[in-house]
Nanobody
Framework: QVQLVESGGGLVQPGGSLRLSCAAS????????MGWYRQAPGKQRELVAT???????NYADSVKGRFTVSRDNAKNTVYLQMNSLKPEDTAAYYC??????????????WGQGTQVTVSS
């Protein structure tokens, strides 16, 4: 069994900052990419940022220069530092991990989601 547990969401004013964390636990052999997606009401889930095991990163154009994704491989944890937040960043944010358990099969896992609301 593998679990992804997110934390750090909340209500913030425009221009403010938040930091999301996501820790993976359970029967983990290795983790490939980790990252964050978000889904606003009435919209499809979209990629926010990902980070490979090598440390290479990928960002949605809408968050480049404002958000930073990082990971601590020793803790199986991925972070999302969000600065200069805008109302359009309001969404449920989901952690994602592509990892192998001890059966060496690559699978895709999701966290339960954490709400980020940007409003004055």
């Amino acid at each position: 069994q593998v679990q992804l547990v997110e934390s750090g969401g909340g209500l913030v004013q425009p221009g403010g900052s938040l930091r999301l964390s996501c820790a993976a636990s359970g029967s983990i052999f290795s983790i490939n990419a980790m990252g964050w997606y978000r889904q606003a009401p009435g919209k499809q889930r979209e990629l926010v940022a990902t980070i490979a095991s090598s440390g290479s990163t990928n960002y949605a154009d809408s968050v480049k220069g404002r958000f930073t994704v990082s990971r601590d491989n020793a803790k199986n944890t991925v972070y999302l530092q969000m600065n200069s937040l805008k109302p359009e960043d309001t969404a449920a944010y989901y952690c994602n991990a592509k990892l192998r358990s001890w059966d060496n099969i690559l699978r895709n896992y999701w966290g339960q989601g954490t709400q980020v609301t940007v409003s004055s």
